[in-house]
């Protein structure tokens, strides 16, 4: 379809009407419009950050620094990059002490301590971080006092041990017969049980003497992660220094060029 003369005319004359916004503020909004380039943020948010606080960082900022121009909107953005990777340290050096903290770092520098010399070939597992429950310890103590009343040539029956040693023989009723094995063989398994629970339950309050040791030294950062962590700091803090002091030299070299200006023209602000 063509358009027609007229509708020309009419397209030209409505344009004509859309001067744009007629206050300082609508004026000074749209100015910047053009001035969100990004320059400093490309890439900077990483998959698992959220991209909406690093927006509301800026816009925060924008709105409190109130950058006029394409240089001081960029002075802005790295004031706000340079606040961003701060929190990124900060949350680094928390995620490292947590990690430093967790179950299995402990278990595995407890091992690494007492196999250096305290309790050789000896491992320890997670729930050895815990302290010992007191009924199994008194459990195990019982089945092998009651072992030890057993003679060593006694065979041994469900109906001796019933008589002799009954705590045993309620055990081995339970369980025997579901593991289809001898009594021999079940008694003597159920004795090598009870005898590693009480070794275990000795070492136990060392054990736990050593975690408690590692946890309070694994709060601390290394020396290594230390320096690196605050060197990293030192020149964060650098660069935001560096950019504020260069954003305020630019809106006061712009402030002063438009007053120059206005006095050259023979304009006096108001306000100013």
């Known amino acids: 379809m063509t358009t027609s003369a007229q509708q020309i005319t009419a397209n030209q004359i409505n344009a004509q009407k859309s001067t744009g ?6 004026k000074n909004t749209v100015a910047k419009n053009a001035l969100k380039h990004g320059l400093f943020c490309q890439q900077l948010v990483l998959p698992h950050e959220n991209n909406n606080d690093f927006s509301a960082l800026l816009q925060n900022l924008e709105s409190s620094l109130n950058p006029n121009n ?27 002490l947590q990690l430093n903290s967790q179950p299995s770092t402990i278990t595995s520098e407890v ?12 491992t320890i597992t997670e729930g050895d971080l815990t ?20 003679s060593s040539n006694q065979t041994i ?13 309620q055990h081995l009723s339970e369980e025997a017969a579901e593991e289809q094995q001898s009594i021999e063989q079940y008694f003597a398994e159920l004795i090598q049980y009870c005898e590693k629970q009480i070794k275990q339950a000795e070492l136990n309050p060392k ?5 408690e040791l590692v946890r309070t030294k694994n ?21 935001l220094y560096k950019a504020i002091k260069a954003l305020r030299d630019a809106q006061a ?15 006096v602000l108001e306000n100013d």
Request: charged share 25%; net charge neutral.
């Open 207 to 211: 054990i736990l003497e050593i975690a």
């Open 131 to 150: 302290p010992f429950n007191p009924e199994t310890l008194q459990w195990c103590r019982s089945i092998i006092a009651e072992q030890a009343s057993l």
């Open 70 to 96: 394409v240089l001081e909107q960029s002075l802005v953005e790295r004031i706000a990059v340079t606040l961003w990777r701060q929190a990124r340290l900060v949350r680094a050096e928390t995620a490292q």
């Open 253 to 267: 070299w712009r402030l002063k060029t438009t007053k120059s200006n206005d006095t050259a023209n023979g304009f």
């Open 157 to 169: 029956e469900l109906s001796t041990l019933k008589k002799n040693a009954p705590l045993t023989y």
């Open 21 to 26: 916004p007629l206050t300082e503020s609508g």
């Open 111 to 122: 091992n690494r301590t007492i196999n250096d010399g305290w309790i050789p070939l000896h």
């Open 219 to 239: 709060t601390l950062l290394c020396e290594k992660d230390l320096q690196r962590f605050s060197k990293y700091q030192v020149m964060l803090d650098n660069e």
